[in-house]
C-alpha cells in the first residue's frame, strides 16, 4: 500500500560527505511537495549528521539500519549533491508508486557537477572545527539577489552556505576588514526574507574602467541556522525552479546614478547589457509602457535610450521602483561602465 494521501517518503543517502555539500540537498529536499518523511542515513555515528538532522527535523539513521517504513512504503532514494526539484513527486504520488526504495532518472535530479567532483576532497575536512577560511573549493551558486553591504546597497552574484560575492557601485571597503551583510531571499512560499551575517573581506575588485563597479567576495558567517537556510534555499531551489515571469538573462550590476525618466528626475539603481532599473515618484507606470530615459554617466557623458517597462514596484513616500529592456540610442559606453565578459 502507499502513503496515505499519496506522499512519498524521501532517503538522502550520505557517503562521507560534509555538512555544507549536504545541507543544500536538505534544504532542498524539505521543499519537494507530496513528501511524507525526510531521513538522513549514514554508515556511521556522526554527531554533525544528527544535529543536522534535528535542525530540519529529519529522521537519522546509523549504520544503514533504515526505518521500516522505508522498507515498505514509497521512499525516494537521493545523494548528498543532488537538489531535487519541489515537482519531482507530483507525477508518481498521482499514480501507483513503486514500494520501498527507488530512484528516479537523473534527469529529474539535477547533480551540480563541481560539487560532486569535490565531494571525495572535501569529506569530513569541510565540517571540522579547525577547518576555517574562505572555502573556495565549495560550490557557489550563481544568483541575483538584492543586497546590502555595511549598510550600502549591493547585489549578490554568487554565494554558497559559507561566502559570497558581490558587486557595489562604489569602493567604500578594505581588505580583511568584518561588515554587516543582508541579502534578498525569496522564499518557495513567494516571500522574500533577508538573511543576515558578518562579511569577512578577502577580495577587492574594480571591475570598470570608471570604477563605476566593484567586486567584493569573502567568507560570511550568518547570524543563525535561520539566516542560512533562507540562503541556501534561495541559491538552491527558488532560484533554479522558480524564475520569475520576467528575468533578465544578462548580470545586473548595481549603480546610483542620476537619470530622468519620462521627464522626471530619477535614480539609476542596476544596469545590465539589456536592461535597467530606476526609482523615481512617477504615477501611472505599467507593464509594456516605454518610457524616454536620460542616463548621466559622468559629468560630461550623457546617454539616451528607452525603457521598456517589465516590473513596477510601489515603495514608500510615493516612491516608484522600474526595472526592464533597454535600448540604448549608442552602447559603446558599456566598454567602460559595465563590467565585461
Not at 538522513?40 to 539500519?65: C, H, I, M, S, W
Not at 533562507?230 to 544578462?250: C, G, I, N, Y
Not at 539603481?269 to 532599473?277: K, T
Amino acid at each position: 500500500m502507499g502513503i496515505a494521501g499519496g506522499k512519498v517518503n524521501i532517503l538522502i543517502r550520505v557517503a562521507n560527505q560534509g555538512i555544507d555539500a549536504l545541507e543544500p540537498t536538505v534544504v532542498a529536499s524539505t521543499h519537494v511537495r507530496n513528501h511524507g518523511l525526510i531521513m538522513l542515513t549514514f554508515g556511521k555515528d556522526r554527531p554533525d549528521l544528527e544535529e543536522l538532522a534535528q535542525l530540519y527535523g529529519l529522521e537519522y539513521a546509523v549504520n544503514d539500519e533504515l526505518p521500516a517504513r522505508a522498507q515498505y512504503e514509497p521512499t525516494l532514494m537521493i545523494e548528498a549533491g543532488e537538489i531535487p526539484a519541489p515537482d519531482c513527486l507530483e507525477a508518481i504520488s498521482k499514480v501507483a508508486v513503486p514500494q520501498g526504495i527507488f530512484r528516479l532518472p537523473k534527469s529529474k535530479i539535477p547533480i551540480t557537477k563541481r560539487l560532486m567532483a569535490a565531494l571525495s576532497a572535501l569529506g569530513r575536512n569541510i565540517s571540522a572545527d579547525d577547518n576555517r577560511g574562505y572555502q573556495r573549493q565549495l560550490e557557489r551558486q550563481k544568483v541575483s539577489m538584492m543586497a546590502f553591504i555595511a549598510g550600502y546597497p549591493a547585489s549578490c552574484i554568487d554565494i554558497h552556505a559559507r561566502g559570497g560575492g558581490f558587486l557595489m557601485p562604489r569602493n567604500i571597503l578594505r581588505i580583511d576588514q568584518e561588515v554587516p551583510v543582508s541579502v534578498d531571499c525569496r522564499t518557495m512560499a513567494g516571500t522574500t526574507e533577508s538573511a543576515t551575517g558578518k562579511l569577512l573581506i578577502k577580495s577587492l575588485v574594480r571591475l570598470t574602467e570608471s570604477g563605476q563597479t566593484w567586486r567584493v567576495g569573502g567568507p560570511i558567517n550568518w547570524d543563525s541556522h535561520r539566516d542560512q537556510s533562507l540562503v541556501l534555499e534561495h541559491a538552491f531551489v527558488s532560484e533554479r525552479f522558480d524564475k520569475h515571469p520576467w528575468q533578465r538573462a544578462t548580470p545586473r550590476f548595481p549603480v546610483s546614478l542620476a537619470a530622468v525618466v519620462s521627464g522626471f528626475d530619477a535614480e539609476c539603481i542596476d544596469l545590465s547589457q539589456a536592461g535597467a532599473a530606476y526609482v523615481a515618484k512617477i504615477a501611472g507606470v505599467a507593464p509594456e509602457d516605454k518610457l524616454d530615459v536620460e542616463l548621466v554617466l559622468d559629468q560630461d557623458m550623457r546617454v539616451k535610450g528607452v525603457l521598456t517597462v517589465k516590473g513596477v514596484n510601489h515603495l514608500e513616500n510615493d516612491v516608484v521602483r522600474m526595472g526592464g529592456i533597454m535600448q540604448w540610442e549608442d552602447a559603446k559606453w558599456q566598454e567602460t561602465h559595465l563590467p565585461q565578459s
